[in-house]
């Protein structure tokens, strides 16, 4: 595969991973953290995407608290390709940014959006899934999101209704939906025609300006005067002074939906169903279905420790390193030890672990997040 020359993937790294406590903590995030092997989920979505960009080309969106391990994580690129947010303001700002100043530095340059803490099974068909975006981001003013199968009515991601068929598998948008309730992503299912919202973008620096220019017109000023800061002395101060006024909000919301209500004919956006073994790990519960869906224990349990006793048991995830593990008569247990918390919930409760994190900001338990 040659290296795609105007292709600049760009990786949102600034997440607390919140539902991955008490392993994750604001200085060592879930993408900092080894879910899926030897590698950290940041260090993986380099990888994948480096047969296709050179080091030089990457870009990475995180915030000051993790920009000493992903620069430690990350060698190959040069600290000026990582960018430290003031304060997070979610993917719209993030990536908003990241096109008005690739805007200047390379008018042809094809963004691709990542986020830094997912799994592929099919690296090869990833790769070519992405070529083809390119492809059709290159074309005109055109977006392109990757779009996942639906395998359940899973209410924790947003939805892609795909219209027509255009050549080589890409279909048109009609709408993004997000986070629909139990009922409706049950619909959506049955239909047919939609698909998880992966959060994998691509689209032209200068499309995405002037998107961002359309339908975010107060924040994009601000913008691109960080962006034209960019390289001089002033940037620091520029960036910490101008991005804390910019709306908090998700491209998702800044963008895709109010460029799909312009029709599908209308809109430019295509989705390329991502059939590739994708996977965003969103929870522990997400974690021990990946690793039980790849091992295949006939009890379903899946426990890091020294050393395990295990009687009627069935369906649980420990994770104790160092420690011997019993497990006695107890089903569908999620159950975490670090040297300075214990986590025990359920598979069917973990999806509120971020909760935790929460009552620990609010009693100012600083040294437990």
């Known amino acids: ?8 993937p760009v990786i949102l790294a600034g997440g607390r991973g919140t539902r991955f406590w008490p392993l994750s903590r604001k200085k060592r995030a879930k993408q900092l953290l080894a879910l899926d092997g030897k590698h950290t989920m940041i260090q993986q979505t380099v990888a994948r995407l480096l047969p296709m960009a050179s080091p030089k080309r990457f870009w990475i969106v995180a915030n000051g608290d993790l920009r000493p391990a992903i620069r430690k994580q990350l060698p190959r690129l040069s600290p000026a390709q990582i960018l430290s947010e003031p304060v997070g303001r979610n993917s719209g700002p993030a990536i ?8 200047r ?10 986020p830094s803490d997912h799994v592929i099974g099919d690296e090869k068909t990833y790769r070519a899934t992405l070529e083809r975006g390119i492809q059709i981001a290159a074309a ?7 779009g996942v199968r639906p395998t359940r009515p899973e209410t924790g991601y947003g939805y892609i209704e795909a219209g027509n068929a255009v050549e080589d598998s890409a279909l048109r948008v009609r709408r993004f939906t997000e986070k629909p309730d139990a009922r409706r992503a049950a619909e959506f299912v049955v239909a047919g025609n939609f698909f998880w919202n992966s959060g994998i973008f691509l689209w032209s620096a ?43 909000i998700s491209i998702d919301y800044a963008v ?20 590739f073994g994708w996977n965003d790990l969103g929870s522990w519960t997400a974690l021990h279905e990946h690793h039980v869906a790849k091992s295949s224990p006939l009890d379903g349990n899946l426990i890091a420790g020294a050393a395990q006793f295990v009687l009627n048991a069935r369906g649980s995830y420990v994770h104790a390193p160092g420690k011997f593990v019993a497990m006695v008569g107890v089903q569908d247990l999620v159950v975490v030890v670090t040297n300075d918390a214990l986590l025990v919930t359920t598979m069917q409760n973990a999806q509120d672990v971020g909760k935790v994190v929460k009552y620990l900001d609010e009693k100012r338990l600083h040294k437990l997040v």
């Open 1 to 8: 595969m040659t290296k795609q020359s105007n292709f600049y």
């Open 96 to 103: 908003g940014l990241m096109a008005f100043l690739l805007l």
């Open 105 to 114: 530095q390379t008018p042809l340059a094809i963004i691709g959006m990542f």
């Open 140 to 146: 005109g003013e055109n977006i392109v999101v990757l």
């Open 206 to 248: 200068r499309t995405l300006a002037n998107a961002m220019r359309d339908h975010l017109p107060k924040t994009a000023p601000l913008l691109e005067q960080i962006a034209a800061a960019y390289g001089t002395r002033k940037f620091d101060a520029t960036f910490r002074r101008l991005y804390p006024k910019c709306e908090n």
């Open 256 to 275: 895709l939906e109010p460029r799909s209500a312009k029709g599908e004919a209308a809109s430019n956006i295509f989705c390329l169903p991502a059939d």
